[in-house]
């Protein structure tokens, strides 16, 4: 599908600023934060669909696919989104694109000639990690996303690089004292996943940008749930 002109209908659920947008060949539509801390995802995503979809003054049979931040992120934001984002794919019959919440942070902070890492908070005193070059207009992921301690993953860093994600702004004054003059914080202003940026990503990826059906959706959990990690030890 050739996406520079298509209508895409974009969610992120990975954090409780969770989002909703409508991107168009390149640009913003339309986007509402959801800024969930009380309740639940499923209280707010599909109501925000029709406001925004109102508010463009846009019909839901316009929409040519679906975009969607599959982690990671929050287990239960995670689920609740693409549980929405499959009942619309499977009702509409429209593919759906899967973005990663840490390149979607990192495309968002804008290009760089300097190594990306992106942090995203785990929680437990971890993060969410992935370190990313910019090729051809996009954030490429070197290596493979993890979850680890902010000290041990900045032990392994030996060069400059730029930090973005809400996990740098958390511990930046651990990241400054660790490498000091090897590294570039990014501002607070993108530091969590958006949809808007999801959809950007995908509309620049272009033809590397690869679709799946409703059914092939899976999320990206990366840490292993608690009742996971308690078999284990059973």
Known sequence: MDLNDQLLLCFDSSTPAGSVALVQAG????????NVKKRSHSDYLMRFVDELLEEANIEMSAIAALVVVVGPGSFTGLRVGLATVQGIAQALSLPIYPVSSLQAVAYANGPSDLPVVALIDARKQEVYAANYLWVNGVPQLQG?????????LLQLIQQRCYFVGNGA????????????DFALLATTVNDVPRASAAGLLV???????SSVKAQELRPCYVRLSDAELQQQKN
């Open 144 to 152: 493979c996303e993890q979850v680890v301690a902010p000290a041990m």
């Open 27 to 34: 640009d913003v539509v339309a986007e509402h934060i959801l």
């Open 169 to 180: 702004t958390l511990y930046r004054e651990l990241i400054c004292e660790t490498l000091s």
């Open 203 to 209: 509309v620049a990826l272009g033809e590397e940008a």
